[in-house]
T-cell receptor, first 112, second 115 residues
Framework: SQQGEEDPQALSIQEGENATMNCSYK?????LQWYRQNSGRGLVHLIL?????REKHSGRLRVTLDTSKKSSSLLITASRAADTASYFCATDGGGSNYKLTFGKGTLLTVNP | EPEVTQTPSHQVTQMGQEVILRCVPI?????FYWYRQILGQKVEFLVS????????KSEIFDDQFSVERPDGSNFTLKIRSTKLEDSAMYFCANRLDGGASNEQFFGPGTRLTVL
């Protein structure tokens, strides 16, 4: 699989339920970031987790990172219809440029 | 809250024409990037720019592409002779500095359509 592969590719849930998206990557990282993108729009930064962190919270978001498995998960609790969007993980490999490598994303649909 | 801005929001051009996409990064940020996203696909890195020069570029960033910071504030991406396959959303991003905790902030994107 490619760097930053998310699964599932698509997820449909009811409002109020929790949504969990996973991301796997292949190379070592400086940090891992999650972004949200509404259809055809820009990328909104959600949360960053450094390589030496295992879990991070921000509001209804919870991110975990397992560097031994090279994987991360994003949990959105108590989902709302407004959470409907594509969610991407992006790895920052550090080095001298800190460029991001994105996964293909998970399309989350929250039904009212 | 400071934000990255991009102009235009949508650019339509004929194949072979030159386009310049503009970005105004957050003022005190030091690392600048261009990414693109072809419709329905993932976001791809094009180029990074630091200390007034290109620090890394991808295979996509061939001789038809160039970047510059002409006046110390704007950050531009030029495509000299556009091809149909250049149609995509182009995102400018920037980063404060080299710390491990610094996220990249993205602009809203320019949708480029090459006819």
């Amino acid at each position: 699989s490619q760097q930053g592969e998310e699964d599932p590719q698509a997820l449909s849930i009811q409002e109020g339920e929790n949504a969990t998206m996973n991301c796997s990557y292949k190379t070592s990282i400086n940090n891992l970031q999650w972004y949200r993108q509404n259809s055809g729009r820009g990328l909104v930064h959600l949360i960053l987790i450094r390589s030496n962190e295992r879990e991070k919270h921000s509001g209804r978001l919870r991110v975990t990172l397992d560097t031994s498995k090279k994987s991360s998960s994003l949990l959105i609790t108590a989902s709302r219809a407004a959470d409907t969007a594509s969610y991407f993980c992006a790895t920052d490999g550090g080095g001298s440029n800190y460029k991001l490598t994105f996964g293909k994303g998970t399309l989350l649909t929250v039904n009212p | 809250e400071p934000e990255v801005t991009q102009t235009p929001s949508h650019q339509v051009t004929q194949m072979g024409q030159e386009v310049i996409l503009r970005c105004v990064p957050i003022s005190n940020h030091l690392y600048f990037y261009w990414y693109r996203q072809i419709l329905g696909q993932k976001v791809e890195f094009l180029v990074s720019f630091y200390n007034n020069e290109i620090s890394e570029k991808s295979e996509i960033f061939d001789d038809q592409f160039s970047v510059e910071r002409p006046d110390g504030s704007n950050f531009t991406l030029k495509i000299r002779s556009t091809k149909l396959e250049d149609s995509a959303m182009y995102f400018c991003a920037n980063r404060l500095d080299g710390g491990a905790s610094n996220e990249q902030f993205f602009g809203p994107g320019t949708r480029l359509t090459v006819l």
